[in-house]
């Protein structure tokens, strides 16, 4: 039934409207001086009156304010439009007036639309917000795109380009459709690619999304949750997080699918915030409350950022509605993520970290190939890494990690399946830390070789382990290293340790049953 009700809302929004007026009709001229949104505007409202239909801007250049949209409506921006966002604040911020329980929420943007249904942006055209001129973060600054609290929407074939803040932002909304989108942000601070915040059954595919802050980004800015939503097909770079769930999380990510996509480092553009080269390929945070649950990752390619898989739960605890009690510690469960491929990333390592009291749940990776630079020394593979349980979430946070690979730490079921890691440098870390970890599973891992590196595997205070079909290479000294008086229930099975010097290397204040059979 979903799949039947998606197909029916981009059908309906797709349909040609009952009418159809060019907005050159209402007195817009496309010289990109004079301000049209009073005739983009009319253009928008006399369809509206009519019970529906399609507002048109033809090619040309058309300086507008804030206009919105009414049900029914689509707004066709055609091949060889460009519409310009004002570079005046005082076009912006116009009051809503559409219906009876209107509100001025939907002001700090280009395009804006409150409680509307079955609408559509869609078209060849550009829009620019002009972005540039809004680099004062302590003054609003105007989106491209604000759509809230509506329903049956499609957004199909535009090219966005230069908002003042975030790119596009949608609000707890009904059945959404963003496809065969072009966004590129770089003129201004927090230039997100595209904002999901507190929505409902969403499809994203076929969009590339080029953005200084994060790119493709799922956010609760409510106690509701992203529920339901599909990101697929898509080529996402960043110099922040390329895909991601969080920061703000109150009401959760709930049935969450991404797939068949690219990620890459900016190619096109120079740092503002985070990294030249992007900071996470793919980060999935919990930190302000609610819960995060069934999330299924899959067939991602990944090339050139910093870290390419973060998971975080934590506890930075933000409020966000007035008058609300801080949320609980959240909880992360029930995430699979499958066939990744990445190269050319940093030295740092792969960071899956919950809380002492609050484990992630049932976490599973398979598939997966990490490339990174390599270069860590022997004496990082002991460093300690803090909690910074109330931290910003980043997938930089600790800083180089002691496992060039993967380091786990307080997570509850843990299974690793068939992770290939390569480094361009010798690196002298532990490929894998598993620290305070419980129900592990380690089947078939494959990492290079180093002369006098740290122990490939350590497992820290960690309960209920199996490794299995395991062959470290040839001049391997030591496979696993057993540390902490918590560690007990540690089996090895169907292992090749015949290149391995010390297969097994138990500290003092390792119990000597820790390993149950070998």
């Known amino acids: 039934m979903k799949a039947l009700t998606m197909i029916a809302v981009v059908l309906s929004v797709s349909m040609p409207g009952i009418a159809a007026y060019d907005i050159v009709e209402f007195g817009a001229k496309g010289d990109g001086e004079t301000l049209c949104t009073e005739a983009i505007q009319a253009a928008i409202d006399k369809c509206a009156a009519g019970g529906g239909g399609t507002a048109t801007v033809p090619a040309g250049r058309w300086l507008t304010g804030t206009v919105y949209l009414r049900d029914n409506i689509t707004l066709s921006i055609e091949p060889g439009a460009t519409l310009l966002g004002s570079r005046n604040r005082d076009d912006y911020a116009r009051p809503f007036t559409s219906g009876p329980d209107a509100e001025p929420v939907s002001k700090w943007a280009v395009i804006a639309g409150h409680g509307v249904k079955n609408v559509a942006i869609r078209g060849r055209g550009t829009i620019d917000g002009q972005g540039d001129a809004f680099r004062d973060k302590t003054r609003a ?41 072009a966004v590129f942000n770089h003129v201004s601070f927090n ?104 999330v299924a990752v899959s067939n991602i390619a990944i090339r050139g950022v910093t870290v390419p898989i973060f998971v975080r739960l934590g506890n930075r605890a933000r409020v966000y509605e007035k008058d609300q009690p801080k949320l609980g510690i959240g909880t992360l469960r029930n995430v699979t993520i499958d066939d990744i491929v990445a190269t050319d990333c940093s030295g740092i390592g792969c960071s899956i970290t919950g809380m002492p009291d609050k484990p992630i749940e049932d976490i599973a990776l398979s598939n997966i190939i990490l490339g990174f630079e390599g270069g860590g020394t022997k004496e990082a593979a002991s460093v300690s890494v ?9 997938s930089t946070m600790f800083g180089q ?37 419980e129900n592990l599973l380690i089947d078939t891992l494959d990492t290079p070789a180093a002369t006098d590196a740290a122990s490939i595997i350590r497992l820290t205070n960690t309960r209920n382990a199996l490794i299995t079909t395991c062959s470290p290479p040839a001049e391997t000294d030591t496979f696993l290293t057993l540390d902490g008086p918590r560690t007990q229930s540690i089996a090895l099975t169907a292992n090749n340790l015949k290149n391995t010097k010390t297969p097994i290397h ?11 059979n070998k």
Not at 202 to 224: A, P
């Open 141 to 181: 600054r105007p989106k491209c795109i604000l759509l809230e609290r509506c329903s049956d929407v499609l957004i199909e074939g535009v090219r966005l380009r230069s908002a003042g803040s975030w790119m596009q932002h949608y609000i707890d909304c009904d059945r959404l459709v963003i496809r065969d989108i």
């Open 386 to 394: 803090p909690e910074k349980h109330d931290a910003y979430p980043e």
């Open 506 to 516: 138990r500290h003092e204040n390792t119990p000597e049953e820790a390993i149950t």
């Open 191 to 294: 230039n997100d690619g595209l904002n999901i915040d507190s929505c409902r059954d969403v499809t994203i595919t076929g969009c590339n999304v080029d953005s200084d802050d994060d790119g493709i980004v799922l956010k609760s800015l409510s106690t509701k949750p992203c529920e339901n939503i599909t990101i697929s097909d898509c080529i996402v770079s960043s110099h922040c997080n390329a895909i991601k769930m969080g920061t703000e999380s109150g009401g959760g990510f709930k049935n969450i699918v991404i797939s068949n996509c690219t990620v890459c480092s900016p190619r096109y553009s120079q740092v503002t915030y985070g990294r030249q080269r992007g900071l996470a390929g793919l980060a999935l945070e919990i930190v302000d409350g609610g819960t995060m649950d069934r």
């Open 401 to 437: 990690l002691p496992a060039y690979g993967l380091y786990c730490r307080h997570v509850k079921g843990l299974k690793l399946r068939n992770i290939t890691l390569k480094t361009d440098k010798p690196d002298l870390r532990h490929a894998l830390v598993c620290d305070d970890v």
